[in-house]
């Protein structure tokens, strides 16, 4: 039976499966292991042993192909990638559900079995596929994206001027894409509100932005005592704070007020990247070759994100110049075809690392900055590696992505099995599953 389609609900769940013959990628090491076998029970691998196991199992015959584990984008918006930015604020709320929750399918069927969104009204999508209800993938929330007027994430339009403090919301905090705060006090009540509905972590845009259309790339947003007070809400519920932010100033002034991980960073300058290594900050940053990424904007975004592709090489030579902790991710919007090519921008890393730095940097190190999450973490446990005790999130390749990490850009071909969870969501190896 081939499970790449069915409802999350009828994908295959065995009490254990058992993978033959396999050479991992444990998603640390930039050599495969020797043929071995692999034991899923129940979520976790449960063993691993070049010596044959024998359990009461479904049986996957590896033939010596790759297992190696899911895959993880840092920086996705499971809400707005299928919509247009006009469909996303004007369109009914339902129905934008129910696209982004096709997606959170596609997602999971390229491969990608954990996804950290980071700006978006994502909550009940992440709670459907938790319950079963859709295929896709686990979901680290921040929820709305909390911005300042005229910021990066203020889609109002001037009309919807002046803004009355305490007065109505507008449609895009309303539907919980984004929330305007212009004071600490403010900041504060936005950051523990996203909290409360379940984030992971909170989301700040500390400057301009590509697809806000009042929001200059290099102006600075919020203050350092507006970003403290988002800081201090998240440290209170045991988590951190991400911020948006391109320039020297922006990124400065986030770390000073003790935000754990910025966003993009194109523009940063030399003595910015000392300070993030030094203060050991995350950097989650997109490899942005070419104007694809503003295909669905105009021509004042598009003219920002060409200064960001400029800054692409600049931002991946000072990360590994001063070997900040990088994590990878995508920044999809407005674009179905786009989002086809997220294993392809995986692959493109090899422009700056090996192809055993890309896939570990896809998986292990962005599990890594998943768990700056602590208590707040939706999904305890290891993610990102295949080791004893993990979660068994878990892809088997047709070929060696190591010797050729091109492979993740076809995922319908070569991708064999999709595991989450200890579920299997596909498998083109057996029409039937067989037991021993």
């Given at each position: ?22 050479r ?36 996957i ?29 004007a ?144 440290e ?15 990124i ?31 950097l ?110 878990l ?21 064999l ?5 200890g ?14």
């Amino acid at each position: 039976m081939n499970f790449a389609a069915l409802p999350a609900a009828q994908a295959q769940q065995a009490s254990a499966v058992l993978f033959q013959n396999v050479r991992i990628f444990d998603g640390k090491s930039a050599t495969l292991s020797a043929p071995s076998n692999v034991l899923i029970r129940n979520n976790k691998i449960e063993k691993i042993s070049v010596a044959p196991i024998q359990a009461d199992a479904q049986v996957i015959a590896g033939g010596e192909r790759v297992l190696m584990p899911g895959l993880i984008d840092a920086h996705w918006h499971a809400m707005l990638v299928r919509p247009t930015p006009v469909s996303a604020m004007a369109d009914d709320v339902g129905y934008n559900n129910l696209l982004a929750a096709a997606e959170a399918t596609a997602t999971l069927m390229r491969g990608f079995t954990t996804v950290r969104d980071m700006g978006g009204p994502s909550f009940g999508l992440k709670r459907a596929i938790d319950d079963d209800l859709v295929p896709g993938p686990r979901i680290y929330p921040s929820g709305a994206v909390i911005t300042i007027t005229g910021g990066h994430g203020d889609f109002r339009q001037l009309t919807d001027l002046p803004r009355t403090i305490g007065g109505m919301l507008s449609r895009m905090e309303r539907i919980g894409g984004s929330m305007v705060a212009d004071s600490p006090d403010e900041v504060r009540v936005r950051a523990r509100e996203q909290l409360m509905q379940g984030a992971s972590q909170v989301k700040l845009t500390a400057g301009g932005g590509v697809a806000s259309p009042f929001s200059p790339l290099d102006v600075s947003t919020f203050t350092e005592l507006e970003l403290r007070a988002a800081v201090e809400a998240a440290e209170n519920w045991g988590t951190y704070v991400a911020v948006h932010a391109y320039t020297p100033v922006s990124i400065q002034r986030s770390i000073a007020a003790g935000a754990k991980c910025v966003e993009h960073g194109h523009l940063m300058d030399e003595a910015t990247a000392r300070l993030m290594a030094e203060k050991g900050i995350w950097l989650s940053t997109q490899p942005f070759l070419n104007l694809e990424a503003a295909s669905a904007l105009g021509p004042s975004e598009q003219a920002k994100m060409r200064q960001v592709v400029a800054g692409t090489d600049r931002v991946y030579a000072l990360a590994k110049k001063y070997r900040i902790k990088t994590a990878f991710g995508t920044d999809i919007l407005f674009s179905q075809a786009l989002a086809e090519r997220q294993g392809a921008m995986l692959a493109d890393l090899t422009r700056w690392y090996t192809a055993a730095e890309a896939l570990t940097m896809a998986t292990s190190t962005n599990a890594e900055l998943l768990s700056l999450s602590g208590p707040r973490n939706p999904y305890p446990g290891k993610l990102g590696v295949v080791e004893e005790g993990a979660l068994a999130d878990l892809l088997l390749v047709e070929g060696n992505p190591i010797d050729n990490i091109r492979l993740v850009e076809d995922p319908a071909r070569n991708f064999l099995v999709i595991m989450k969870g200890g579920k299997v969501y596909k498998n083109l190896l057996a029409q039937e599953p067989s037991r021993r």
